[in-house]
Nanobody
């Protein structure tokens, strides 16, 4: 079955770090670009970062220099290293295919940055 499972979120103080992981099952993972998205309360879901099948990366301006996306095709995983976290990073984080998402979203993982 097709499945997206995100993990690694939690509560962290401003300036702290978290590493998010996503495991994709039931798709031909290695041929797709993948993205990390986030959605904060009252806001639209936005793309945070994406990585192509060959490892080329782009980032939203708001996270450049602080976040790093990576993938391991052998493990069907995509990760997001998040450093120097700010309160405005608080959101539910999701992984999905890019640019065309799959027709569903996983449960996401909550990231809360607060002192």
């Amino acid at each position: 079955q097709v499945q997206l499972v995100e993990s690694g979120g939690g509560l962290v103080q401003p300036g702290g770090s978290l590493r998010l992981s996503c495991t994709a099952s039931g798709i031909i993972f290695s041929i797709y670009a993948m993205g990390w998205y986030r959605q904060a309360p009252g806001k639209q879901r936005e793309l945070v970062a994406r990585i192509t099948n060959t490892g080329s990366t782009i980032y939203a301006d708001s996270v450049k220099g602080r976040f790093a996306i990576s993938r391991d095709n052998a493990k069907n995983t995509v990760s997001l290293q998040m450093n120097s976290l700010k309160p405005e990073d608080t959101a539910v984080y999701y992984c999905n295919r890019y640019p065309v998402p799959l027709n569903f979203w996983g449960q996401g993982t909550q990231v809360t940055v607060s002192s």
